[in-house]
């Protein structure tokens, strides 16, 4: 298999605080290592919120497979991140008619929460699961004709040890690897 053949991967990462991360730091890193995979860190580029949509659609459109990475905010993604949403799905690039730029794709959300799985649920402190908090992002893949993958969370953010972590990571970096072979077959 010819690797340059392979739709890249895209990892659209989103920390307001980056130098506090304990998870999304390390993970983006390990990502940004991967054969077929490119990070593009929001928070870092756009200090000013001026997001070059024609540079992210461009690397959007190159990309088979587009991952969401971000720390759980209030129930939702961190604010650039929301941004890049608004700016860069445009109607008739991303969705509407002639909308079809994103058609074939998968949309993958990496996150993290503070809160445990536990709390995640009916029964729990947050009422509803990840995936609920999730829904306005898998329709908006439906919207756009791309494939909603399951998303990867890691709870208990605040306090996983190293081995936890190590785990995350392997296990993204995994499901990111089987992607990029799933894209080219
Ligand atoms: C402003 C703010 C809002 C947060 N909202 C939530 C939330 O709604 N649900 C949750 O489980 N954790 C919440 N957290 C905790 C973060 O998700 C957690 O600290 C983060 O995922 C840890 O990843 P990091 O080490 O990369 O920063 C919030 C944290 C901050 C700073």
Known sequence: MDPKAEPPILVIYAHPRPHLSRVNRPLASALEALPHVTVRDLYRSYTDYDIDVVAEQLALARAGTLVLQFPVQWYSM??????????????????????????????????????????????????????????????????????????????????????????????VSGVLSGAAGAAAS
Do not use: F, N
Request: charge should be negative.
């Open 78 to 171: 961190p604010a650039l991140l929301k941004l890049w949403v608004d700016e860069v799905l445009e109607s008739g690039w991303a969705y509407g008619p002639g909308g079809t730029a994103l058609r074939g794709k998968s949309l993958l959300v990496v996150a993290s929460t503070g809160g445990h799985a536990d709390s995640y649920g009916p029964d729990g402190t947050h009422g509803h699961t990840i995936e609920e908090y999730m829904l306005p992002l898998a329709q908006t893949a439906v919207l756009c004709g791309m494939s909603w993958l399951p998303p990867l969370v890691l709870h208990d953010a605040d306090q996983v040890d190293a081995q936890a972590l190590a785990d995350h990571i392997g296990r």
